[in-house]
C-alpha cells in the first residue's frame, strides 16, 4: 500500500514562488512513476507533470513547461513541485499521485492508482 501527504502550498501573490512537497510511504517509491495534477473549483483534475520511476524521463502541461519543474529524491521518498512565476489562474487544490509498480502513468487521472489528500495554493493578483 502506498500513502501519499502533500505539503506546502500557501497563498502568493502573482510571480512568486512555492515548492510542494509529497512524502510517500511504502518500500516501492523508486518503482513508481509520480505526478503532479491540480483541480479548480467547478474543473476537471487536470494533469500537471510526471516523472517516471527510472528518475529521468519527465511530462509536463503546455502551462507548466518553463515555470514548474517536477522532481523526486528516492532516497527520502518524497515528490516535489517546484512552480515560479505563478499566475492566479494556477490557483487550485494539487495533488500529488503515484502508479502501481513500474507504471507509466499517464495525462489523465485513470493512469494512477494513489492519491494523496490534496494541498491548497492561491495565487493573489
Known amino acids: 500500500q502506498v500513502q501519499l501527504v502533500e505539503s506546502g502550498g500557501g497563498l502568493v501573490q502573482a510571480g512568486g514562488s512555492l515548492k510542494l512537497s509529497c512524502a510517500v510511504s511504502?518500500?516501492?517509491?523508486?518503482?513508481?512513476?509520480m505526478g503532479w495534477f491540480r483541480q479548480s473549483p467547478g474543473k476537471e483534475r487536470e494533469f500537471v507533470s510526471r516523472?517516471?520511476?527510472?528518475?529521468?524521463?519527465?511530462y509536463y502541461a503546455d502551462f507548466a513547461k518553463g515555470r514548474f519543474t517536477i522532481s523526486r529524491d528516492n532516497d527520502k521518498n518524497t515528490l516535489y513541485l517546484e512552480m515560479n512565476s505563478l499566475k492566479p489562474e494556477d490557483t487550485a487544490v494539487y495533488y500529488c499521485?503515484?502508479?502501481?509498480?513500474w507504471g507509466m502513468g499517464s495525462d489523465t487521472p485513470i493512469g494512477f492508482k494513489y492519491w494523496g489528500q490534496g494541498t491548497q495554493v492561491t495565487v493573489s493578483s
Open positions: 499521485a503515484a502508479t502501481d509498480l
Open positions: 511504502g518500500r516501492t517509491f523508486g518503482r513508481n512513476t
Open positions: 516523472i517516471l520511476w527510472n528518475n529521468v524521463i519527465t
